[in-house]
């Protein structure tokens, strides 16, 4: 069993440190929030003062933390020189792929190995250890990481190089957040049709229109399984996370001279719907502001 550090303790780093404990490892745990390391004590982790006592004695470090900016102060301040020679280092954080590419060289320069690993599944997933990791890094640092993931997730794959695994994370939500809009549009256009939206549901979700944003993320109420949707649209995955997330696709898609007209527009309708006061809201509310009822 490994002795890990565990630094940002929020709604996904509180779940998944809570699964390495249950995993058996010794986990050391800091968080800008005391409230947050309170409750990592709760579930077994050991409270750190500093991000640099957490690290201390660490075999493998593992950030989950908001923004690229935040990672690469987390790392150049309190993890590099701090840890171990020769730590394991695995940031788990949804960042823009250059942070993260400059966070793994700086990394290797020092003599550590680094994967990036977001996460896709949401709060209910690390909770519950089912996320999906997609993992950028050379193959013996992936080879490190894997058991380690593999104890807060249901699937571990290996996208590539460093910053592979943030280019896996945006791309898939960008298709998740186009395949979102363009749900809400069929069923607010079945309902103006005189279509029962279950009937719909019942045809679209076996015939060629279905996606996982339909059959597991139903964004009608009373529809389909139990989502965000029947409780209001809140908790699930906040409408300005998904606009982070879409913002570094265009970004990214911009540096890379691709052509991404669908994100786009899913990008500009989910800042219209921030910008209208749902952003706290989960990200199926787009059907709310498409049928103009958004901030209400
Ligand atoms: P969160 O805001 O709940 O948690 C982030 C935590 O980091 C906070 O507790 C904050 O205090 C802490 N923090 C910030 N700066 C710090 C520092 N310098 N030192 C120590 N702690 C610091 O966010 P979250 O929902 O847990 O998301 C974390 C990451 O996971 C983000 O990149 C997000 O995009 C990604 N993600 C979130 C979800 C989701 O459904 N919430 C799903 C997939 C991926």
């Not at 003062?49 to 301040?77: K, N, S």
């Not at 500009?268 to 509310?285: E, I």
Request: aromatic share 6%; charged share 15%.
């Amino acid at each position: 069993m490994a002795t890990i550090a565990f630094i940002g303790l929020g709604n996904m780093g509180g779940g998944m440190a809570a699964n390495l404990v249950k995993a058996g490892h010794a986990v050391h745990a800091f968080d800008l929030s005391a409230d947050a390391v309170a409750r990592a004590q709760d579930a077994g982790c050991t409270p750190a003062a500093t991000a640099r006592d957490a690290v201390a004695q660490a075999d493998i470090v593992v950030t989950m933390l908001p923004a690229g900016r935040h990672v690469r102060a987390v790392y150049e301040a309190d993890v590099f020189g701090a840890a171990p020679d020769g730590a394991l280092l695995i940031d788990c954080s949804t960042i823009d792929g250059a942070s993260a590419i400059a966070v793994a060289s700086a990394a290797t320069d020092r003599g550590y190995r680094m994967v990036d690993a977001p996460v896709s599944g949401g709060i209910a997933a690390a909770n519950a250890g089912t996320l999906t990791f997609m993992v950028g890094g050379a193959a013996d640092a992936f080879a490190a990481a894997e058991p380690l993931l593999a104890a807060m997730g249901k699937a571990v794959i290996h996208a590539g190089a460093a910053g592979a695994g943030q280019a896996a994370k945006i791309c898939n939500n960008m298709l998740l957040g186009a395949t979102m809009v363009a749900t809400c549009e069929a069923f607010l256009l079945a309902e103006k049709l005189g279509l029962d939206l279950a009937t719909f549901y019942a045809i679209s979700s076996q015939a060629s229109g279905q996606s996982w944003s339909m059959t597991s993320y139903c964004p009608v109420p009373g529809v389909g399984p139990e989502t965000p949707a029947d409780r209001g649209y809140e908790g699930g995955f906040a409408s300005a996370l998904m606009l982070k997330d879409l913002k570094l696709a265009i970004e990214a898609a911009q540096g890379a001279d691709a052509s991404v007209p669908m994100g786009a527009t899913a990008g500009a309708l989910y800042q219209a719907l921030a910008n209208a006061g749902d952003g706290g809201r989960d990200f199926s509310a787009m059907i709310r502001f498409l049928d103009g009822k958004a901030g209400r």
